[in-house]
Every structure is written in structure tokens, then in C-alpha cells.
């Protein structure tokens, strides 16, 4: 007789509970493409309108500051609301705001669009996490947290394959026509994704049981303001390394290590390739071994991959930037378990927006950083990209081994009520 403990992971879902975890999965793999094909092309741009490498790179940082904006108001509409309303209108938002890129008039206009598309791309992780985490089986919400975070590295994938194929033929623009598709992705969520049952046990409960709590709870409920500091400043660290190694990777690779469209094509496959392993294989090790393992571990390894990432060898340059992702992204296959594990469900889409999107606020001026430090002739963009990627990978490891006793300890999400009590 095959029970729940002894049967393989993938077949214990329920039909609904893959819908859930597909919408999630599909909608950050097109949140990913639509992100990233404008870090592929910032060179492109910065040449059609006479800006500067350090302006295209501050675009990033409005796009993740109204990241922030977007989580919190998804966060809050999701625990009022239901999870599959918010993330039907950010797939919406998200895709039509880049799509518009390709007509922009001028930068200004650039700026603007892209500012927009941060509301919706932070709307879109937030409510997309939490309703793939409620509704997966706890028994294997490691892996599925690896799987899920992993598909942004496909997204990343298939940008950087359509910019080599795209972009030396139509030109810049038409990557972002290709990046208005994923709106006709609400359609199949609407009618075919389940609504989270943890979110709907809520509203079935008693009025103080109902998810509609105010910032005030939120922020007096035992344990959950320490954890929101601690998960923010994590974050932090995590997304700066990550941007430290993509933000400027294309041009990189183009101006200083005479890479063309077809080399940064292959160079950014190879690296989402090792992040998409990387992903998956932490999120297995945090199910079974425990979160800090599964991100200290590569997090130190990745300070040693640095220099082969930033071309310090170019003929092994193809294996940096497969080790880069594994090492230095791959990591992220643990932050859908590990932040929806930290909150209770009648709070925990706006707690998870929260301590997302807040920590990828100082990480929004690390490119721009590097640009700047770059343009002023402190440090290469090779060097500078180096050096502030291996600080952020051990401002990440010291933060995961001195976190709180109960922060990380990849409890099941329907089990974090408990561990507030702590």
C-alpha cells in the first residue's frame, strides 16, 4: 500500500495543486524574460538615445523600487482578496507595460514604462509565491521551492536566446513586443487555478481569524517584526550579489571582453543553465538537510567562482558563467520555502511581499553602482562587478548562520502559526 510518505514527491499534487504551482511557475518564467531582455539590450539603448551606461542602469533601480510598492499592495490584496486576483492583474500589467517599451519615444519615456513595470513585477512574485507554497503538499515544499524560484532562470534563458536571435536582425525593440505575450496568461489562471484553501479556511474562520488584520497586528504579533527585519536585510545581501552579477552583464561582455549579441546570448544561457541546477538542487538539500546548508554553502563557493564570472581567465570564461549561476543564484531555489515558512497565512502575502521587495531596495542601486564606479575610471566594470558580488555572497552566508533560532528552519508554510510562538 503506498502512502503519502512512501510514494514519489511529483505524484502526491492533486490535479488543482499543479495548476496552482504552473500558474506560479509560468508567470515568473514570463516575469523573468520580460525583466531581463532590457539588461540584454541597456547597451543598445543607451546608444539609440545618447544616455549613459550608469542612467540605463539606474532604470533598474526604479523598476525594483516600484517592485516594492507592488509587493506590498499585492501582499495586502492577496490576503484581503484571495491570491489568483492579484496575480492575474500583474501578469497583465507587467506584460503590457514592457510591451509599450518598444514604442518609447524617447529614454524618458524608457524610464517611465519600465518604472511602471516594477508594480507589476513585484505584485506578481508576491501573490504567485504564496499561493504555489499554500496549496503544495508541506511534504515536499523544498523542492517546489527550488523548482518554482529555478523558473526565473529559464525566463532569463529564453531572453537571452531571443536577444541572439532577435536583436542583430529587428533590432532592440522587438524584444519588447515579444515581452507583451504573457499578459494572455491570466486567461488560463482565471479559469483553471485554484484559489489558495489555507486563504479560504481563513475567511470561513471566526472575524479574528480572517486575514483582514491591520499593519498594527501585523507588526505587534509575536516574532513577526524580527522576522521581517532579519528576512529583509537576508534578502538584501542576496539580490545585491545577484545584481552585482547581472546587471551589467551584457555590457560586460560586449564592451570589455568583446563578446557579440551570439556570445552574450550563449554566456547568459549557460549561466541561468547553472542556476536552474543550482535552484533545484538547493531546495532539495534545504528540504532534507535544512536551509543554512543549502544556502552558506554556495554562497562562500561563489566568492571563489567570482574571477572566472568577470572573464579574469577568458578562456574559461563558458564555465564561469555556468558556476556563477549555480553558485552565486542557484540559492535562490530556497526563498519561496523559506519565506512563506516565516508568517502565518492570514498575513503571510503581505509579510513575504514585504521581506522580499524591501530587501531588493538597496540591491536596486547596486548596477548603477557599478556602473558609476566604472564611467569614473575607479575600478573596471569586470572588477568593480567582482568585488561587490563576493561582498554581497558573505554578507549573505554570515546572514543565514547567525539567523535567528527559528528563522530558516524550513518548516511547511501551514505549520509557521506554531513557530511564531517560539
Not at 497583465?92 to 517599451?101: R, Y
Not at 552574450?264 to 543553465?273: E, K, P
Request: hydrophobic share 55%; glycine share 12%; charged share 10%.
Amino acid at each position: 500500500m503506498t502512502t503519502a510518505s512512501t510514494m514519489p514527491w511529483w505524484k502526491e499534487p492533486t490535479r488543482g495543486q499543479w495548476a496552482s504551482f504552473s500558474a506560479a511557475w509560468i508567470g515568473w518564467v514570463m516575469d523573468a524574460f520580460d525583466f531581463t531582455v532590457f539588461l540584454l539590450v541597456m547597451k543598445q539603448i543607451a546608444e539609440e538615445f545618447g544616455a549613459s551606461y550608469t542612467s540605463t542602469a539606474g532604470s533598474i533601480a526604479l523598476t525594483l523600487l516600484m517592485r516594492l510598492v507592488g509587493g506590498v499592495v499585492a501582499g495586502w490584496a492577496a490576503d484581503r482578496w484571495g491570491r489568483k486576483l492579484p496575480l492575474m492583474i500583474s501578469v497583465v500589467w507587467f506584460a503590457v507595460c514592457d510591451g509599450l517599451i518598444a514604442f518609447a519615444p524617447s529614454f524618458t519615456w524608457v524610464l517611465v514604462l519600465r518604472t511602471l513595470f516594477g508594480f507589476g513585477m513585484g505584485a506578481e512574485w508576491t501573490s504567485g509565491a504564496t499561493l504555489a507554497m499554500e496549496n503544495w503538499p508541506a511534504r515536499s515544499r523544498g523542492i517546489a521551492s527550488g523548482i518554482l524560484q529555478g523558473s526565473w532562470a529559464i525566463g532569463y534563458l529564453l531572453a537571452g536566446v531571443a536577444a541572439g536571435l532577435v536583436v542583430p536582425v529587428y533590432g532592440w525593440r522587438a524584444l519588447f513586443i515579444i515581452a507583451a505575450i504573457p499578459a494572455v496568461l491570466a486567461f488560463p489562471i482565471r479559469y483553471f487555478v485554484p484559489e489558495s484553501p489555507e486563504w479560504e479556511a481563513g475567511q470561513k474562520a471566526g472575524p479574528d481569524k480572517k486575514p483582514d488584520v491591520s499593519w498594527r497586528e501585523i507588526l505587534t504579533t509575536p516574532g513577526v517584526l524580527r522576522r521581517l527585519v532579519w528576512g529583509s536585510l537576508a534578502m538584501a545581501a542576496g539580490f545585491g550579489g545577484y545584481y552585482a552579477l547581472t546587471g551589467n552583464y551584457s555590457v560586460m561582455l560586449l564592451k570589455n571582453l568583446g563578446q557579440d549579441m551570439s556570445g552574450v546570448s550563449w554566456h547568459v544561457a549557460l549561466f541561468n543553465l547553472g542556476m536552474l541546477t543550482g535552484a533545484v538542487a538547493c531546495g532539495y538539500v534545504a528540504m532534507k538537510k535544512g536551509v543554512t546548508l543549502a544556502v552558506a554553502v554556495p554562497a562562500l563557493l561563489m566568492v571563489l567562482v567570482a574571477p572566472l564570472y568577470v572573464g579574469v581567465a577568458p578562456q574559461v570564461l563558458a564555465i564561469g558563467a555556468f558556476a556563477a549561476g549555480m553558485f552565486g543564484a542557484g540559492y535562490s531555489g530556497v526563498t519561496p520555502l523559506l519565506l512563506t515558512s516565516l508568517f502565518p497565512a492570514r498575513l503571510r502575502a503581505r509579510c513575504v511581499g514585504i521581506v522580499y521587495h524591501v530587501g531588493a531596495v538597496p540591491a536596486a542601486f547596486v548596477p548603477m553602482g557599478i556602473a558609476w564606479l566604472a564611467e569614473s575610471g575607479i575600478v573596471s566594470l569586470p572588477i568593480g562587478m567582482g568585488i561587490v558580488c563576493a561582498l554581497c555572497q558573505l554578507a549573505m552566508a554570515a546572514m543565514i548562520v547567525f539567523a535567528p533560532k527559528d528563522a530558516g528552519a524550513a518548516e511547511p508554510a501551514s505549520t509557521a502559526d506554531a513557530a511564531l510562538a517560539h
